[in-house]
């Protein structure tokens, strides 16, 4: 498995010792679940000792903090000497400077850790002249620096755009924003506004906090450049009597593959039966459904007369409600599946969701996925609902992504229906320009000439 990109390492590229790194962000930002996570950092893959001066939240809240999104017992780290947490008392205004001060001396010599936190710094400067603040500066860069260490301030956002007043005293500044889209969960951004004496542009990522995932960050774009293996010999096949015949002998490895159709005309048992075939022969395969909870796809499989125990590979199902991602989660979570088992077979049931759900935007994303897919020798399989005259523009776009486009649709006839199906593109292959008839037939599904 891949790892995520690392704030410090990836993104600031290292931070210098002795830096003093500024945290801010407007209430429910995610600065101290953020902060949490470059704690992490610095223990897991420093094998530092991170002190946690805590003024706002007790040692509870902060072992709720790891536990919940990093899923990391903070106990452990305690214990294993690599956490240590201190209070800070407010004491009246004037003596909070010298205190602060003693407490960071006193860290500094009796712990030596690689990084402090100062959850949070407001109210120690609330009332600091400049002088102050350029004093304790000093003495942070003085004694801190000369032991190497980093100190990590996190500070609420200064109202009407204001420069906070810790600005004066940071070498970094990382803002983390928030917006409220009208679909979907909240987005969050990260922005690193200064880094002394690397002149730069402003430089933002998204930043996606949940409890599946943790922390993550998202360097924009397209993450391998474009590449592939494919090897048009090399093909999975669908197990569907006669669908394999049409596809030349099965999905290549490696392609991804467009399922269109009107609701109801099968695309979904369709997928199911194929990915439980692959899964039987021993690939490892992935569902993922953007319209159907998991425990109804498993039903369903149950009804086909599947037995899900005992698969030479295996099958992950799992159910999204797109609600409640950002789009760049979208993609970061099957980037992980991709990563996390190779050769994989993914299957996406419902693009039309996705695309209710975030509009225009969401196009891009998937073809980022199938490129990145490509680039992984991961076998795709996508399905969309596609009714003639609805979002037509959706359907050029994706089908000219995608390796091959299979269409499903509904035949009339007097009183009864036929369900149809035809291959319409497939890179690689030559299927017959002709539509075959799916039947299912005593809960199995094969396709025959007409
Ligand atoms: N070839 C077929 N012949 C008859 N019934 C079918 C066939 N394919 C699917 N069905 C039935 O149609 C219904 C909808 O199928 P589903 O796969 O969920 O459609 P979609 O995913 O395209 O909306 C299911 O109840 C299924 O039993
Ligand atoms: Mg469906």
């Not at 600005?167 to 969960?185: N, Q």
Request: aromatic share 10%; glycine share 8%; with cysteine.
């Amino acid at each position: 498995m891949t790892k995520n990109p690392q704030f410090i390492r990836d993104i600031v590229g290292g931070i210098k010792p002795g830096s003093i790194v500024l945290i801010e962000g407007p209430t429910g930002a995610g600065k101290t679940i953020f902060s949490a996570s470059v704690a992490k950092e610095v223990i897991e893959e420093y094998g530092q000792k991170v002190a946690w001066i805590g003024i706002l939240l007790e040692p509870p809240d902060i072992r709720d903090i790891f536990s919940n999104i990093l899923r990391i017992n903070l106990d452990d780290y305690i214990n294993a000497g690599q956490f240590k947490y201190y209070g800070f008392e407010i004491v009246p205004v004037s003596d909070r400077l010298i205190m602060i001060s003693q407490l960071l001396n006193d860290i500094i010599d009796t712990y030596s850790p690689g990084m402090i936190v100062i959850d949070f710094i407001d109210p120690i400067i609330e009332f600091a002249s400049t002088s102050d603040l350029l004093s304790i500066r000093k003495m942070i860069k003085t004694n801190c620096g000369e032991k190497k260490c980093v100190v990590l301030m996190i500070s609420r956002s200064p109202l009407h755009g204001l420069r906070s007043r810790a600005e004066i005293i940071s070498d970094i500044v990382v803002r983390i924003k928030i917006e409220h889209p009208s679909y979907g969960a909240p987005r969050r951004f990260i922005e690193l506004a200064k880094i002394k004496d690397i002149p730069q542009t402003r430089m933002i990522y998204e930043l996606d906090m949940n409890k599946e995932y943790g922390v993550t960050i998202h360097p924009h774009g397209i993450l391998k450049e474009l590449r592939s293996n494919i090897n048009h010999e090399v093909r999975i096949p669908t197990g569907i009597d006669g669908f394999d015949d049409i596809l030349g002998g099965g999905l290549i490895r490696g392609t991804s593959t467009l399922l269109i159709g009107p609701s109801g005309v099968g695309k979904t048992i369709l997928m199911l039966t194929t990915a439980y075939n692959m899964a039987r022969k021993g690939e490892h395969v992935y569902y993922i459904s953007f319209e159907e909870p998991e425990q109804q796809l498993v039903e369903t499989l149950r009804f086909l007369g599947f037995n899900i125990e005992g698969l030479k590979g295996d099958l992950t199902i799992h159910s999204i409600n797109p609600r409640t991602i950002t789009i760049n989660s979208f993609f970061s979570i099957i980037n992980r599946i991709v990563d996390f088992s190779k050769p994989i077979v993914i299957f996406i049931d419902g693009l039309y969701s996705l695309w209710k759900e975030f509009g225009h935007d969401f196009h891009r994303y998937v073809r980022d996925l199938i490129y990145y897919s490509k680039s992984s020798n991961a076998t795709m399989m996508l399905s969309m609902i596609y009714e003639k005259g609805v979002e037509e523009k959706l359907y050029v776009w994706l089908s000219t992504m995608c390796d091959g486009i299979i269409e499903m649709n509904f035949e009339r006839a007097d009183r009864s229906v036929r369900r149809l199906i035809y291959v319409r593109k497939m890179r690689l292959s030559s299927p017959p320009q002709k539509y075959f008839e799916v039947l299912f037939e005593n809960k199995k599904l094969s396709i025959r000439t007409l």
